[in-house]
Structure formats: structure tokens, C-alpha cells
């Protein structure tokens, strides 16, 4: 069999299963508006109004242009949700082109073609298997039918990996690093989308590390993992948000130090930007000048906002800032052109697809009808983005729910202790025309002190409010009272304070968080669904099951009576 035959049926296989996704989603596509955020984005978009924190305008522009085909007002809705079914129809067929990549590779070995039918029909079979039964999955089909960002966020997912394959395909042939760019091009569209298309980072960190390294052990491939989730960081905690701060500085100078407009600072930091990046993209095109090829990429580098991981803590962008500046001048003798240039381009890819943001403040000022939180300044925008106004909740570190104002760290005038974690400023309500736009700073956004016996490592168990909810999932939680020491200006008082175990801590994570929310949701996409109630635990509610009585009994900590005939006919009957 030729390459050119394999590659046929490939090609034509993958476009039947789009057919296929595409006429089932189109079948039974919502032909109105479903219920929680689909109505907001379907008035978002045709209009493009500012919807709600983190926004989505990428999706909102798509949206917006397929509600042009709409014969009249009362079908926009059904044209927006055929997005969902498009896109969901070709994430189908990118799967089934990534599963015959991966299926060619396990039966014929890297770069071999495929030599008998039997190898064709086995690839293309498990492509076509896995592309449909993820078509006819519960969660992904629940979405392709609807106007949510899930569908078009997992069109993006597929699209990348997809391409980082393709680059995989083409390692040794010249430019086959435009491939990569394209990534880094589609990662920041997919933020003006959802941020789940990040998790892809390790996939593809691994795939370029398997096809460069010919022999690999896990203890050289968790390196990659950690370089993996360290691209995500730099990405999410310091790229969107970093670039965003030095607009806000460049803002209150121009703005409050020099007298310009509003937003004056923000559109002179975006061309200084625009500048250097074609400066050093030119200079290590053309390897010229070493000099000139240091200080473009790292200025480039500064600039784009991506060291600013520690938020408005310059110190430590700074730091690394001072540690590239002598690695390059004095401890690299042979400059690294090829990856410099591909960092290069990877950021000016992701900003330049970040660019689809610029819609959110654009249409604020506009003043549409919907125009949450109003973000036309790139303080609210960054508030916007960040979602400042859904509070904040513990990561990696941070006191459980039994913190109470007792235990709060307070100065000699009996004010509580806080940090600042972020600076606020917005625009000054003129009196008059004439008087000179500017910023005035508002109360920021602060991180109370508690006693440190209160604290735990990832916390899940953390809000005072779902106290009740914690100890009903992990089937009673019983506190150990401990001495708790708590700053009262210059002295220390000892407060008694109920702690809860970290086994209990662990236990919610385990049984909610993963078990219910995770777990759960996996398979019902893959297993089966016990019935349509969401369910919050319940025995005879909102659980997965397989309809085998000793699986599912197991599973739900119930009697055999529990698991009934109905509830097992439900898997042969549901449509």
C-alpha cells in the first residue's frame, strides 16, 4: 500500500466522521437559548456587549459573524449555537486524525508506512471507534449543541495537539518550527476563549521531548513536566496578566505624570511593544550583530510581561531579568539564535492572539447596553481578566473554614493585620471638561493575617460558609481543639480554635472534589448515567453506573435493592 492510499483514506475517513458529529449535533441543536450562560453570550455577541469576568471576545467575534447569517432577529440563536456544533463536529474529526497518528506509529514504528490492509483497516478502525465514542459522549455532546465556550475550547485543544503532530511528522524538514509558532498562535486565541487550552503545554512539552530524545527514563522526563508546568506559569501568571501591569504603569505615567488622555500610556506601551518585537524578530532573522541580537530579546522579553510572575512585586522580574543580562554577556559565548528566535516568536504568537482582548475594552467604551464591570481602562481590564470579582480562594497555602475574626492578626489600634496583594485605581469623575484626566488609587484588594496554627498546606476545606457541606461529604469532620497565637499589637494572646485533620482535608478532596466532580462527570461520558438529576451524593441520584449490580453497588455504598431494574433499563432506554 502507498503512502499516497494511506493518506487518502486517512483524509476521507477523518471527513466522514466530521459528516457524521456535524449531522448529529445539527439534529438535535438547541433552537433557542439553554439555561446559566448561553443566553448571555448569544445578546453578547450579536451585539458585542461586554459580558461577564474573564470575557470571551474571540468566541464572541465568531459569534458575532455567524449571526449574520440569520434571516431574521429570532434565529441568531440557533446560528450561534451551530458554532458549537461546527466546531464540536470538527474536534471529532481532529481526534480521529490524532488517534491514526498514534494508532500508525504503535503498529508500524516512527517515519514506516503502513504496508498491508490489515494495518490500514486496524489504525483507521481505532480512529473511527474513538473519534465517535467520544462524538456520542454525554458531556461533549451536552455542549456541541448549545452556545458555550466548552465546544469552541475543545475545537482549540484539538487543533493544537493536532498541529504539534504534524510538526512531529516534519521535525527534519527546513521551517518545520512555523508549526510550533502556529501553536503559540492558537494558545493565545484560545484564551480570548477559555484557559483550558493551557493544559495542552504538557502534552506537547512531551511530544517534542519523546521525537527529539531517542531513549528516554522517567526520572529525565519529569524535568519535562516541571519545564512544562513552568511554561503554563509563565504563561497564565505572568505573559496575560505581566504585559497588562506595565500598561498600567505606562497608563499613570503618561496619563497622571505627563497630563495625556486615558489610555494614552496603555496605546504607547502597545506600540513599543509592537516595535520591539519586530526589532529583535528582524535581528535574529538576519544574525548581524550579537549585540544587537542580546539586547532585542531581552528587551522583548521585558517588555511582553511574561517575568512578572510575582504580580506587582518588581523584584523578582528584576532578578531574572539581571540573571539573563550575564548569562548573555558573560557566561554565553555561542548565542542559541534558533531558540531565542523561537521564544521570540512563541510570544509575540500568544500577544498577538491575546490581541482578541482589545474588543473588551473597544465596545466599553462604546457603552453597550451589557458592559460589565465596565473594563475600558486597562486597570478594570485586569481586574476583568482576573476576575477580581469573585473573591480569591486558597491554592497551595491558606487557613481552613474555622478562621474566624478572633483569630486575625491585629496592630496595637486593634485593626486587623492585612497584605496587600493588589493596587486599584480608577478613572477620575471629572468636575468640570476641562480639568485633566486621571487616576485616582481606590481601596485595594487585601489578604487577611490569621494565626499560623490555622493554616494548611492546599487547603480544600477553606470557606466558613460550606462548614456543614464539608462534614456531610466526609461523612463528619471532629475538630481537635489547639492553641492558637494570635498578634495583638506587641503581644501575643493564646485563643482556643477548633482544628479540623488534614486526613479530613484530604478526605473532601478525595471524595468531592475528585470522586464527585471529576470522577463522576468521566464516567458518565464513558460508563453510563444512572438518570438526569444532578444529585449531591445521593444513592439513587446523579451517579455514574455501568448497570452491572456488583460494579455499581460498590461504587455507591448501597444495599443490591438500591440498584434497580429501571435504574439499569435507564442505560438501554435513554436516548
Known amino acids: ?52 469576568a474573564p470575557g470571551n471576545p474571540f468566541f464572541a467575534l465568531t459569534a458575532r ?37 498514534f494508532a500508525r506509529r504503535l503498529l508500524c514504528g516512527v517515519g514506516k508506512p503502513v504496508r498491508t490492509r490489515r494495518q490500514m483497516a486496524l489504525i483507521v478502525g481505532s480512529g473511527i471507534c474513538g473519534a465517535l465514542a467520544f462524538t456520542w459522549s454525554d458531556t461533549f455532546w451536552f455542549s456541541a449543541v448549545e452556545a458555550e465556550v466548552y465546544a469552541y475550547s ?106 495625556m488622555s486615558f489610555n494614552s500610556g496603555w496605546l504607547i506601551y502597545i506600540a513599543t511593544f509592537a516595535a520591539i518585537a519586530v526589532w529583535a ?32 512585586n518588581l523584584y523578582v522580574p528584576a532578578t531574572m531579568l539581571v540573571v539573563a543580562v550575564v548569562y548573555f554577556f558573560f557566561y554565553c559565548p555561542t548565542l542559541p539564535v534558533r531558540v531565542m528566535n523561537n521564544i521570540a516568536l512563541y510570544i509575540v504568537a500568544i500577544m498577538i492572539g491575546f490581541s482578541c482582548y482589545a ?36 491554592l ?47 481601596s485595594p484588594v487585601r489578604e487577611t493575617k490569621y494565626a499560623p496554627e490555622i493554616y494548611m498546606f492546599l487547603p480544600r476545606i477553606y470557606a466558613p460558609s460550606c462548614a456543614d457541606e464539608y462534614s ?15 498578634q495583638h499589637g506587641d503581644s501575643v494572646k493564646t485563643v482556643k480554635v477548633q482544628m479540623p485533620s488534614y486526613w479530613d482535608n484530604i478526605k473532601y478532596f478525595a471524595i468531592y472534589q475528585f470522586s464527585q466532580m471529576y470522577w463522576r462527570y468521566m464516567m458518565f461520558n464513558f460508563v453510563g448515567r444512572q438518570n438526569d438529576i444532578n444529585g449531591n451524593g445521593e444513592v439513587t441520584q446523579g451517579n455514574w453506573l455501568s448497570g452491572v449490580p456488583v460494579v455499581d453497588n460498590l461504587h455507591n455504598s448501597a444495599p443490591t435493592t438500591r440498584v434497580t431494574t429501571s435504574t439499569t433499563a435507564f442505560l438501554c432506554c435513554s436516548d
Request: hydrophobic share 45%; glycine share 4%; with cysteine.
Open 359 to 394: 474588543i473588551v475594552p473597544i465596545r466599553s467604551n462604546a457603552d453597550t447596553p451589557m458592559n460589565v464591570n465596565r473594563p475600558n481602562n486597562p486597570f478594570d481590564l485586569e481586574s476583568y481578566i482576573s476576575r477580581d470579582q469573585f473573591g480569591s480562594a486558597p
Open 281 to 312: 524578530i528582524i535581528e535574529l532573522h538576519q544574525q548581524r550583530n550579537a549585540l544587537r541580537m542580546k539586547v532585542s530579546f531581552l528587551l522583548l522579553v521585558a517588555v511582553s510581561g511574561v517575568l512578572m510572575i510575582a504580580g506587582e
Open 472 to 486: 456531610s461529604w466526609v461523612g463528619g469532620i471532629t475538630p481537635t481543639e489547639i492553641d492558637a497565637h494570635v
Open 154 to 259: 475543545s475545537f482549540c485543544t484539538a487543533l493544537t495537539l493536532w498541529l504539534v503532530l504534524k510538526w512531529e511528522n516534519r521535525i527534519n524538514q527546513p521551517g518545520s518550527d512555523r508549526w510550533l509558532v502556529a501553536i503559540a498562535y492558537v494558545v493565545g486565541l484560545s484564551i480570548g476563549v477559555h484557559l483550558l487550552n493551557l493544559l495542552c503545554v504538557p502534552a506537547i512539552a512531551l511530544v517534542v521531548y519523546y521525537r527529539k530524545v531517542d531513549r528516554t527514563h522517567w526520572w529525565t522526563t519529569l524535568p519535562v513536566l516541571v519545564l512544562s508546568l513552568a511554561i503554563v506559569m509563565f504563561i497564565l501568571y505572568g505573559l496575560v496578566p505581566g504585559s497588562l501591569h506595565l500598561a498600567q504603569y505606562a497608563e499613570l505615567l503618561f496619563v497622571n505624570r505627563l497630563g
Open 65 to 101: 459573524f455567524f449571526s449574520n447569517f440569520a434571516s431574521s432577529p429570532d434565529k441568531v440563536a440557533v446560528c450561534i449555537n451551530a458554532i458549537s456544533a461546527l466546531l464540536s463536529a470538527a474536534t471529532v474529526m481532529l481526534l480521529f486524525w490524532t488517534i491514526t497518528h
Open 396 to 442: 497551595f497555602y491558606g487557613p481552613v473554614y474555622t478562621a474566624s475574626s478572633d483569630l486575625m492578626q491585629r496592630d496595637k489600634n486593634g485593626r486587623a493585620i492585612t497584605k496587600i496583594k493588589k493596587h486599584r485605581y480608577k478613572q477620575k469623575v471629572k468636575s468640570n471638561p476641562s480639568e485633566p484626566d486621571s487616576y485616582i488609587e481606590i
Open 1 to 52: 500500500m502507498t503512502e499516497r492510499s494511506y493518506n487518502y483514506i486517512n483524509n476521507l475517513t477523518g471527513w466522514v466522521t466530521f459528516a457524521i458529529a456535524a449531522v448529529t449535533y445539527l439534529l438535535t441543536l438547541e433552537p433557542s437559548a439553554s439555561f446559566w450562560d448561553c443566553p448571555e453570550y448569544i445578546a453578547q455577541s450579536y451585539a458585542l456587549e461586554v459580558g461577564h
